[in-house]
């Protein structure tokens, strides 16, 4: 081959080269995101968003857009799966300002605060034709007191237009009224939902130059094919909180409860058919135990005089940073953003993750909601349904009478579970009827137990009285004493309606004397106290009764 021919095949080839490597240049690819997994922890929140798109061979920069809610780059990951050979990089927080905020998110807020308010204004056309209404029925009011003293001359109503007059009017009103307290609670909710979206509306219009975020994950395809990348971040605005329905059936001696989380955000974006995780874990705690400095005591001195002068810089000591300080911080972030970086790593039709967050399950409790959901960021609480259980639970009644002629029913329930009870409000339910708020005040591991107050029961009376109350001031002869005796006998009489055996608390309390003038004796009670100075309160007593269907007992004291 002649020098001039290998100088073209050389140059032929070069070229062929030079446009395969054109191939494998970095490029940005821009995908079409969405949130598919959120985890909910007490203020704050783990989001994943993924994206799937195909991918040629080459350096490629995978941008998530238009992320929103303001995340702790340091809490960023990345994973990804597919068909293509891919390595992961890293992924870091883009951030461009913009002269004005999206548009795409303010007509998205400006038109849900225009459909609040349209809202709004039909219960104010609806509260106008209300009243209007009231006033008709003011008017057949006012007409029937002045007319029908006056048909009374002439002729005499009858019964039962008297009747159904009287019961037109009344029955009116009460539905006027009901129509009124409905609008005035969604009136009250609606603008509380448009004082939210407002402020949302606001934060994106506060500053003159805007941010537009978003998540940068550089890779490596060997291979081209399909990719699902995944990243998850924290991000606050985001709480919930446990609360229970708590149904109890007397007769089968248990409590069905039922839990459900109470989920809010205010992230600044919806959460549109998001697989839902709810955790105890508290990531902002961190996991590093605060450790103790030394407890020092001095003579107390004032403010003013503490104050020592560096005499070099005239300056408090304590109140200088040093350059050595600017040096270590700004090594402290060098160092982070090295880590965040990571190192490349091949994987084999999956994407190995070069960072990752690890989240200890063993100190928490979590519960994965098994329906997709859609929370909505205006604040408002949604109700999550959790899990149900169904608790072996012992009954008693306990009653006070000296403060309350009530019974009140209490159930000690046994957690027979081996997840741990969270604490947590409790709306308790008793043969089908609401009876009233309660709450589980603490954590309730396995065999441990708790109480549920359910409220009175007026199957079960109670009722106290004075008897007798003397008052002795002389010696004899009506010769006054020096001292006064004032002898007092009480009686309280118990009794089940209930068609079950019951057990009764009864407390009551004699007086307890703080003078040594005054002297409390010849106490007596009958049948004798089961608890005297109950819980180390002096002068409280308890006693313990069952009584059967329809039984009745009596208690008497006296001192």
């Known amino acids: 081959m002649t020098q001039r021919n290998l100088l073209v095949v050389v140059l032929y080839f070069g070229l062929i080269s030079l446009v395969a490597s054109s191939n494998v240049f970095a490029s940005d690819i821009k995908t079409d995101s969405k949130i598919t997994e959120i985890t909910i922890y007490p203020g704050a929140a783990l989001v994943t968003r993924q994206a799937q798109f195909d991918v040629p061979a080459g350096d490629h920069t995978v941008l998530f857009e238009n992320i929103i809610p303001q995340i702790n780059e340091n809490t960023l990951t990345v994973k990804g799966q597919g068909s293509a050979e891919v390595k992961i990089f890293g992924?870091?927080?883009?951030?461009?300002?913009?002269?004005?905020?999206?548009?795409?998110?303010?007509?998205?807020?400006?038109?849900e605060i225009e459909g609040v308010n349209d809202e709004i204004n039909v219960i104010y056309n609806k509260d106008k034709i209300l009243q209007k209404q009231r006033e008709y029925v003011d008017s057949i009011k006012l007409f029937s007191s002045q007319q029908i003293p006056k048909d009374l001359v002439t002729k005499t109503p009858s019964v039962s237009d008297l009747e159904q007059l009287g019961i037109y009017v009344a029955k009116t009103f009460t539905d006027l009224e009901a129509q009124g307290e409905e609008s005035r609670l969604k009136l009250r909710a609606l603008n509380r939902k448009k004082e939210t979206l407002n402020r949302q509306l606001q934060d994106l219009n506060s500053n003159n130059q805007?941010?537009?975020?978003?998540?940068?994950?550089?890779?490596?395809?060997?291979?081209?094919?399909?990719?699902?990348?995944?990243v998850s971040y924290?991000?606050?605005?985001?709480?919930?909180?446990?609360?229970?329905?708590?149904?109890?059936?007397?007769?089968?001696?248990?409590?069905?409860?039922?839990?459900?989380?109470?989920?809010?955000?205010?992230?600044?974006?919806?959460?549109?058919?998001?697989?839902?995780?709810?955790s105890t874990s508290r990531p902002s705690l961190g996991g590093v135990m605060p450790e103790l400095s030394s407890w020092t005591l001095r003579p107390f001195q004032p403010q003013e005089y503490r104050k020592v002068v560096n005499p070099m810089t005239m300056m408090p000591f304590g109140k200088m940073k040093s350059a050595a300080d600017d040096i270590g911080e700004q090594f402290v972030r060098e160092d982070e953003s090295v880590r965040l970086a990571g190192a490349a790593a091949l994987f084999d039709k999956r994407a190995e993750v070069a960072y990752a967050q690890t989240e200890q399950k063993g100190i928490s409790v979590v519960f994965k909601i098994?329906?997709?959901?859609?929370?909505?960021?205006?604040?408002?609480?949604?109700?999550?349904?959790?899990?149900?259980?169904?608790?072996?639970?012992?009954?008693?009644?306990?009653?006070?009478?000296?403060?309350?002629?009530?019974?009140?029913?209490?159930?000690?329930?046994?957690?027979?579970?081996?997840?741990?009870?969270?604490?947590?409000?409790v709306n308790v339910f008793l043969d089908g009827d609401y009876i009233g708020g309660s709450a589980i005040n603490k954590a309730i591991g396995n065999k441990e137990k708790f109480n549920l107050y359910?409220?009175?029961?007026?199957?079960?009376?109670?009722?106290?009285?004075?008897?007798?109350?003397?008052?002795?001031?002389?010696?004899?002869?009506?010769?006054?004493?020096?001292?006064?005796?004032?002898?007092?006998?009480?009686?309280?009489?118990?009794?089940?309606?209930?068609?079950?055996?019951?057990?009764?608390?009864?407390?009551d309390n004699i007086p307890i004397s703080q003078d040594e003038k005054i002297k409390v004796k010849d106490v007596k009670f009958?049948?004798?106290?089961?608890?005297?100075?109950?819980?180390?309160?002096?002068?409280?007593?308890?006693?313990?009764?069952?009584l059967n269907p329809q039984e009745k007992k009596e208690i008497t004291y006296t001192f």
């Open 91 to 111: 992924a870091s927080i883009k951030t461009e300002f913009l002269a004005q905020a999206s548009d795409e998110r303010v007509k998205i807020l400006q038109g």
């Open 210 to 230: 805007k941010e537009k975020r978003s998540i940068a994950v550089a890779i490596q395809v060997i291979h081209p094919g399909k990719l699902t990348v995944a």
């Open 234 to 278: 924290l991000v606050g605005g985001v709480n919930w909180q446990p609360l229970y329905d708590a149904r109890v059936a007397f007769d089968k001696s248990q409590v069905d409860l039922a839990l459900f989380g109470m989920v809010s955000q205010s992230t600044g974006e919806d959460w549109q058919d998001v697989l839902l995780t709810i």
């Open 370 to 425: 098994t329906k997709p959901i859609t929370i909505k960021s205006d604040g408002t609480q949604q109700r999550v349904p959790i899990t149900a259980l169904t608790l072996p639970a012992q009954f008693e009644y306990a009653s006070t009478p000296k403060l309350s002629t009530y019974a009140y029913l209490r159930s000690e329930v046994e957690n027979n579970q081996s997840a741990v009870l969270l604490p947590g409000r």
């Open 454 to 507: 359910l409220g009175a029961d007026e199957g079960v009376t109670v009722k106290r009285e004075l008897v007798e109350e003397k008052s002795d001031d002389t010696l004899f002869a009506n010769i006054p004493s020096p001292n006064k005796v004032i002898r007092y006998l009480y009686k309280i009489k118990v009794e089940n309606y209930k068609t079950k055996s019951i057990t009764l608390n009864l407390f």
């Open 526 to 546: 009958t049948p004798e106290t089961t608890v005297k100075d109950y819980k180390d309160r002096k002068g409280v007593v308890l006693w313990t009764l069952t």
